[in-house]
């Protein structure tokens, strides 16, 4: 096993991914019961802003207010990158077959919650989502807590086998482009990295393609 220290700097800000509602799931059961209130109804008896603020996706928090990403977010952030990179010749990744198996079985973090060190005030970020269905095309208001650019964070990640090594720096490159969190095709989470010693001193970071 080897592991690697990383620290992970936003060059844009990045939107929360956990639904600010706990009961999230049995709340959309019950707004699509036939005798469920309507939108507009919802609106009308709670306020705009507690429609707003319950359908809004946010980081979790540390006993002392301080947001986090959880260690599955970051796996799962391994997991798009490989997926996409995957279709790229002569990357590390284009090789890795069964690539989810691998990094559920073999690539872990080490810390199970991951505090961000935030560079400024936190915001919110709210844009129109289109969706298509059997109905056609539909456009509703996503709301989103944000962490600005400049924030950062510190892991470990824990690699199982020889080869996971240039396949994590290839997807830690790609997120320089792809980034982290919700609505990255607009560019929203995109940061660059840093390796770190045993004592947090940055060793280099933003490597090239290893070829395959």
Same mark, same amino acid.
């Given at each position: 096993?080897? /592991?690697?220290? @990383?620290?992970?700097?936003? %060059? #844009?800000?990045?939107?929360?991914?956990?639904?600010?509602?706990? %009961?999230?799931?049995?709340?959309?059961? *019950?707004?699509?019961?036939?005798? *469920?209130?309507?939108?507009?109804?919802? @609106? &009308?008896?709670?306020? @705009?802003?507690?429609?707003?603020?319950?359908?809004?996706?946010?980081?979790?928090?540390?006993?002392?207010? /301080? +947001?986090?990403?959880?260690?599955?977010?970051?796996?799962?952030?391994?997991?798009?990158?490989?997926?996409?990179?995957?279709?790229?010749? $002569?990357?590390? =990744?284009?090789?890795? $077959? *069964?690539? $989810?198996?691998?990094?559920?079985?073999?690539?872990? @973090?080490?810390?199970?919650?991951? +505090?961000?060190?935030?560079?400024?005030?936190?915001?919110? =970020?709210?844009?129109?989502?289109?969706?298509?269905? +059997?109905?056609? #095309?539909?456009? *509703?208001?996503?709301?989103?807590?944000?962490?600005?650019?400049?924030?950062?964070?510190?892991?470990?990640? &824990?690699?199982?086998?020889?080869?996971? &090594?240039?396949?994590?720096?290839? =997807?830690?490159?790609?997120?320089?482009?792809?980034?982290?969190?919700q609505w990255r095709n607009s560019g929203k989470g995109t940061f660059y990295w840093e390796e770190l010693d045993e004592n947090g001193v940055s060793i280099g970071g933003n490597y090239k393609f290893y070829a395959a």
């Amino acid at each position: 096993m080897k /592991t690697m220290k @990383v620290r992970i700097i936003l %060059n #844009e800000e990045a939107l929360g991914m956990m639904p600010s509602n706990p %009961n999230i799931h049995a709340d959309y059961i *019950a707004s699509n019961a036939p005798d *469920a209130k309507k939108l507009e109804e919802e @609106v &009308e008896a709670m306020g @705009v802003e507690a429609v707003v603020e319950k359908q809004m996706t946010i980081f979790p928090k540390l006993e002392d207010g /301080t +947001p986090y990403f959880w260690d599955y977010q970051i796996r799962g952030m391994f997991k798009d990158s490989i997926g996409m990179l995957r279709k790229v010749p $002569k990357t590390a =990744c284009e090789k890795l $077959k *069964a690539y $989810k198996k691998a990094v559920d079985g073999l690539l872990f @973090v080490q810390e199970r919650k991951i +505090p961000i060190h935030l560079s400024g005030p936190m915001g919110d =970020c709210q844009r129109p989502l289109r969706t298509s269905g +059997p109905s056609g #095309e539909r456009v *509703a208001l996503a709301h989103s807590e944000t962490v600005p650019a400049g924030s950062y964070i510190e892991f470990t990640i &824990e690699m199982w086998t020889d080869d996971l &090594e240039n396949i994590v720096r290839e =997807c830690l490159n790609y997120g320089t482009r792809r980034g982290l969190g919700q609505w990255r095709n607009s560019g929203k989470g995109t940061f660059y990295w840093e390796e770190l010693d045993e004592n947090g001193v940055s060793i280099g970071g933003n490597y090239k393609f290893y070829a395959a």
